[in-house]
């Protein structure tokens, strides 16, 4: 069974482009969740689809992020324009019962 | 809100040595809680979780957990450790009020010498 993939695995953008990031979570999951870890820092969650709905966005920092996830299968991530303090590493999870999430390797982004 | 406090950003132990790493939590109803573990350039791993029965957890690659209520503790250990148990380890809690989000400590680098 393939795990939760992401992609890209890095991208370094200049301040004010666009980034999208992209998570396939496990077949069957329908829960996927996202995460981002400044450097230094805790790992923070963003928000939480259950199926194709948000179910929880309460950790989006700012409107200049932009999540969906169509049909219910992949989610993007969509930075818009990209600022410094955005840099980290974002993680996806997904999860099929409550108690367990599979990450997939992270994202990590840089913004000059 | 809950938290959680992981003590010490780098612990170091040589080879064979036992491993202790440190997480309290807070939580203002009965946590679920989970350690998981970065090595190089992968993804994160679950070690292991208490959601409830037995307060002492085992993981994998020899480590276990002892939820400790009166404590809000939750501490990882490895009696011996060895140099592949070298990563970043996170403690993380879920609070089961039907939101799912997790969240984590600030992480602790286990380094291991010869």
């Known amino acids: 069974e393939a795990g939760v993939t992401q992609f890209p695995s890095h991208s370094v953008i200049e301040k004010g482009q666009t980034v999208t990031l992209r998570c396939d979570p496990i077949s069957g999951h329908d829960n996927l969740y996202w995460y981002r870890r400044v450097m230094g820092k805790e790992i923070k969650f963003l928000l939480h689809f259950v199926k194709e709905s948000k179910q929880d966005e309460s950790g989006m920092p700012n409107n200049r992020f932009l999540a969906e996830r169509t049909g219910g299968t992949y989610s993007t991530l969509k930075v818009q324009p990209a600022e410094l303090e955005d840099s980290g590493v974002y993680f996806c999870a997904s999860s099929h019962s409550y108690n367990e999430q599979f990450f997939g390797p992270g994202t990590r982004l840089t913004v000059l | 809100a809950q938290s959680v406090t992981q003590l010490g950003s780098h612990v170091s132990v040589s080879e064979g040595a036992l491993v202790l790493l440190r997480c309290n939590y807070s939580?203002?109803?009965?946590?679920?809680l989970f350690w998981y573990v970065q090595y190089p350039n992968q993804g994160l791993q679950l070690l292991l979780k208490y959601t409830t029965g037995a307060t002492l957890v085992k993981g994998i690659n020899g480590f276990e957990a002892e939820f400790k209520k009166s404590e809000t503790s939750f501490h990882l250990t490895k009696p011996s450790a060895h140099m592949s148990d070298a990563a970043e380890y996170f403690c993380a809690v879920m609070v089961n009020t039907g939101f799912q989000k997790l969240v984590f400590g600030t992480g602790t680098r286990l380094l291991v010498s010869p």
């Open positions: 939580s203002s109803v009965p946590p679920y």
